[in-house]
């Protein structure tokens, strides 16, 4: 019997999670069945079932995959100097999502926010699933704090700015900006960045001195 090369298996593995990841972002997780996933990929049960045993396997590894692609870009941006300011950043994190995952629906609308958009609602009931976000969210905090600190040390923001906090600031801005492009789609990474630069160059007239 031939031996099936890694590549091949890698290819396989990728072929199911993009297909499934349509699926959930097309009719929610609830309303997928691994029938769909099956139809989908047009891959026999056992070819699937060798890589995933179910629908929560293939959410949680879609989840982990998504959180190592924003993680690495967020270390990137963090050894570089100086480093990118956040309207640099969060488009970047945008771009390289479309070309990591550049499905779209049956619309024509990218697939990726409405995917991450029924994840997040699905942590809520299914504590599986909410385990394998948190740290995923712990990292990309973790990784924001580390550029944030970036930012002081370039004498880019105030010294005692709350890292933490704007970390979580930060990441709710993307949150958020995804939710749009799901529920609207009418919006880009390029309005984000604008919206983004926008903000960040504006200065509170009660700290300027007389």
Known sequence: MARVSQEHLDARRR???DGAALCFARNGFHATSMQDV???????AGAVYRYFAGKEELIAAIVAETIDIVGEIYDQAARQSPPPLPH???????????EVRPGTLDGGEWMFPRLML?????TLRNPELAAVLRPGFDRIRTAWVKLVQRYKDA???A??????????ALIAMVQGFGTQMAMFGDVTEQTLGEG?????SMRDPGSESE
Request: hydrophobic residues 60%; negative net charge; proline residues 2%.
């Open 118 to 122: 029924q994840v997040w609602t699905e």
């Open 196 to 200: 983004l630069r926008a903000v960040i």
């Open 88 to 98: 640099v950043v969060i488009p970047a994190i945008m771009a390289r999502m479309r």
């Open 155 to 157: 004498g880019l923001i």
């Open 15 to 17: 072929q199911i999670l």
């Open 159 to 168: 010294a005692d700015a709350d890292a933490d906090a704007m970390a979580r």
């Open 38 to 44: 099956l139809k989908e990929v047009d891959l026999s």
